[in-house]
């Protein structure tokens, strides 16, 4: 795996795949800086040899060239971040690139306009990919959050470089920690899995059934489990056409000797509110009218019990509605738990869509190993696919 420390970029023009796209509020200032902030190691690396930066990126779903979505809004608050001037130019691809690019001294910075102005980037087209990799002359792939897309920036663009093309530190970073988990973490290896569909994280639990000791279970999903094993879960969430599927996994899991771990006691509101009426129940006797919404005090003991064993954590997905402040108890409990373990000395990742909004919003973000900075990415690195991304570099 070539990394940036394989490379000496002392007048090379670096050109880099970053994951600039940021959430802009209504004036177009940025709202959370984190993956700007998370590819300076990168940027700052390479300056710091003696190259220049190409960076290239693109912003939300424009259709065409539209001004909303300019990287120009971006410019003042990279430049903040990274401590150094950032050029712009208007376009990712042309003859005002290509100048802007050739001008670029040992030093300089320069950000590329939105790759996405151009249909040619998420069709992966040939000719747009060689366009970009005429600019420069290292390709560095540092977009985790757009890794798992073969789109002409991430994968193609990298066969224009089969010497010189590597991950920068924040790719890097993402790989080792889902290696971590999947390979060659320390044992007992536990995998929480929380969230509201069995059906979005089936792929994951079956691949994952390989690689841990332990699995937890817990959120929405958990109901169709009880379910399928004759529980009684009220109105709690259910895909009824998925209790077969549910009956599946515990059988492979006990084959494969994975203990899986299942709420027992839930908390029950009478409605799907955050004022609702609630009362704690036993996980198998939801009360008619009833939903489970948060894991109950004897589910939060026994899972802080396994996760206090475990020396490699992996957690996607909260244990209940956590965005409710009423219901997020159990979320916040396991947050503590893995904050501890890790404290003591376990390999923790966060990774996946609701569960890095769960941990930043409760203050987690520090007192875990790692947080994943891509969503769509992560799910599928769990669920066993090599993303193209990093196939592209690996090759
Ligand atoms: P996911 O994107 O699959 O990780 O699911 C996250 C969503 O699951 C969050 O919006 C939670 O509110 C939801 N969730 C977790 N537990 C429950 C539950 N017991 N009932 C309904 N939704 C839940």
Known sequence: MKTLNDFNFKNKKALIRVDFNVPLNEKFEVTDATRIVSA???????????????????????????????L???????ENILGVKVKFVSECV???????????????V??????????????????????????????????????????ASTTIIADFFPKSKCFGYLLAQEIESIDKVMKTGEKPVLAVLGGAKVSSKITIIENILDKVDHLIIGGGM??????????????????????????????????KNVQV??????????????????????INEIPDGWEGVDAGPKSIKLFHDVVMKSKTILWNGPLGVFEMESFAKGTIALGNSIAE????GAFSLV?????????????FENKVSYVSTGGGAMLESLEGIVLPGIAAIIE
């Not at 040899?49 to 693109?58: A, E, R």
């Not at 120009?72 to 990279?78: A, F, N, Q, S």
């Not at 100048?99 to 030093?107: D, H, M, S, T, Y």
């Open 40 to 70: 300076k190691p990168t940027i700052i690396k390479i300056l710091e040899d003696g190259g220049s930066c190409i960076l290239m990126s693109h912003l939300g779903r424009p259709k065409g060239v539209q001004d909303e979505f300019s």
């Open 72 to 78: 120009r809004h971006i410019v003042k608050e990279t």
């Open 94 to 108: 042309g003859e005002q690139a290509r100048i802007a690019a050739a001008n670029l001294q040992p030093g300089e």
């Open 110 to 151: 320069l950000l590329l306009e939105n790759l996405r102005f151009h249909k040619e980037e998420e069709a992966g087209d040939r000719g747009f990919s060689e366009k970009l990799a005429k600019l420069g002359d290292i390709y560095v792939n540092d977009a985790f959050g757009t890794a798992h897309r073969a789109h």
């Open 222 to 255: 958990s109901f169709t489990f009880i379910k399928a094993q004759g529980g009684k879960i009220g109105n709690s969430i259910c895909e009824d056409d998925k209790m077969d599927l549910a009956l599946d996994i515990l059988k492979k899991a006990k084959a």
């Open 261 to 282: 771990h299942i709420p027992v006691d839930v908390i029950a509101a009478d409605a799907f509110s955050n004022d609702a009426n609630t009362q704690v129940v036993d």
């Open 341 to 344: 373990a890790t404290k003591n």
């Open 351 to 363: 990774g996946g869509g609701d569960s890095v909004a769960a941990v930043k919003q409760f203050g």
